[in-house]
């Protein structure tokens, strides 16, 4: 089974400023890594995905991430943050098309004004 | 998502009784999957479904089953609620050759 680990459950940060989440997998072999926002009292919604290719992953509402195989590490950044970004963000991981998520326990950010 | 509803959205229980959780979806997948999400935990699988009539456990399924009779529909049974079952629970969905899943909205059932 794989291990998706969040190294930070809340990250506060001020409205305009960068923002970076953490997260790292377990497995070395080929995986496919998913970052999911879920706004309160929401389902989750897909932020971005990465399944090949480029390293870099830009999805919605400006946030990228970028996969680092060497460090098994799917960090989310976007430069500036508005504060309609509060939300609660989770790291997920995919080892086959159809195959269950891992989930990490998620990250709350709150942007502050 | 359109394409998946799940109801109730809240639920009240008392300790001891039967619940059913259903999850419809119109999208023709495959694969459907039963989640709880508590406080720092994330989320984790309870039940999942590879197609009609063929399902299988993840890793939190004491005290729950699930049935699945339609490709379209997919339930999840508290047999015996209990208060560790208080949670928000999430069905999700995805096909064969897709990666990713689509979410429902949630239900959030509280036992008393």
């Known amino acids: 089974a794989q291990s998706v680990t969040q190294l930070d459950s809340q990250v506060p940060v001020f409205e305009e400023a960068p923002v970076e989440l953490r997260c790292n997998y377990s497995?070395?072999?080929?995986?496919?890594l998913f970052w999911y926002v879920q706004y309160p009292n929401q389902g989750l919604q897909l932020l971005l995905k990465y399944l090949s290719g480029s390293t870099l992953v830009k999805g919605i509402n400006g946030f990228e991430a970028e996969f680092n195989k060497s460090q098994t590490s799917f960090h989310l950044r976007k430069p500036s943050v508005h504060i309609s970004d509060t939300a609660e963000y989770f790291c997920?991981?995919?080892?086959?098309?159809?195959?269950?998520?891992?989930f990490g326990t998620g990250t709350s950010l709150t942007v502050i004004p | 998502d359109a394409g998946i509803t799940q109801s109730p959205r809240h639920k009240v229980t008392e300790t001891g009784t039967p619940v059913t959780l259903r999850c419809h979806q119109t999208?023709?997948?495959?694969?459907m999957y039963w989640y709880r999400q508590d406080p720092g935990h994330g989320l984790r699988l309870i039940h999942y479904?590879?197609?009609?009539?063929?399902?299988d456990k993840g890793e939190v399924s004491d005290g729950y089953s699930v049935s699945r009779s339609k490709t379209e529909d997919f339930l999840l049974t508290l047999e015996s609620a209990t208060s560790s079952q208080t949670s928000v629970y999430f069905c999700?969905?995805?096909?064969?050759?897709?990666?990713?899943?689509?979410f429902g909205s949630g239900t959030r059932l509280t036992v008393v």
């Open positions: 999208e023709n997948h495959r694969y």
């Open positions: 999700a969905t995805t096909g064969a050759l897709n990666y990713g899943y689509t």
């Open positions: 497995s070395s072999v080929s995986v496919y």
């Open positions: 479904s590879y197609g009609v009539k063929d399902t």
């Open positions: 997920a991981v995919q080892d086959n098309p159809g195959n269950q998520f891992y």
